[in-house]
């Protein structure tokens, strides 16, 4: 569940020497569900050599209030507040649709709230591309959509520093009702002992080298700074991080 901050969603597959693609355009999805921009779209794209179909199952992501630790679970919907539109997709060589998603229920979460949609496909008789194998795969493909609410703020705690090759772990741990990610926060990295700032990575600044986390409400995640020039020897003795928004 972690880490899913790429604009587009890739499933290869390779057939007669050729390497085709479904695309998902974006894979991670968020929108709130009140106010004007209460709907969220992602464009499926098919440049396989043959038709595709796909069924559409939602699974809310859970995080444990107990054990933040554990692995976040998926919770089947059998009527998912999170509507899904179209709840099927069939689509041919060099075709694409768009999905369509908005919170369907009256009551609005207490909480942000994060669901897991998986195109799952469904087999179909089509013939046989010139030399094709036999063997078919059925692929699954799995968006994530994020129902945030602005006015839910995320309460993060930073737990203990260590060090693990280049870079420097944290855990962070979010006690809050919203959701938020790393790329929402100015990093600060300070020396307790004398109060000199020993490196400060701006908004967005990891996230335009490819790298963010996702905070969601009541749970765990490891963070990874590059350890800075000013620290020497190896140790975090006397160090602190800071997350400023």
Known sequence: MRGLYYATFLVWTLTAGFCYAIEVTPMVVAFSPTGSSNTATSLVYNSLPRDIAFDILVNEIQFSEQDP????????????????????????????????????????????????????????????????????????????VHVDQPKLTPSLKVGELYLEGANIMASIRNTGAGASRLSDYKIKLINTSTGVLLQRILQQQLKALGYDVFFAPNSVQQIKIPIPKTITGGSLKNLRLELVR
């Open 69 to 144: 630790k554990q692995e976040p679970q998926l919770v089947a919907q059998a009527e998912p507040p999170l509507w899904v539109f179209p709840p099927s997709l069939y689509l041919k060589p060099g075709q694409a649709q768009r999905l369509q998603f908005k919170w369907l229920a009256d009551a609005i979460p207490s909480t942000d709230k994060s669901y897991q949609v998986s195109l799952v496909e469904q087999p179909i008789n089509t013939p046989l591309i010139n030399n094709s194998s036999k063997l078919s795969v059925l692929l699954n493909v799995n968006l994530i």
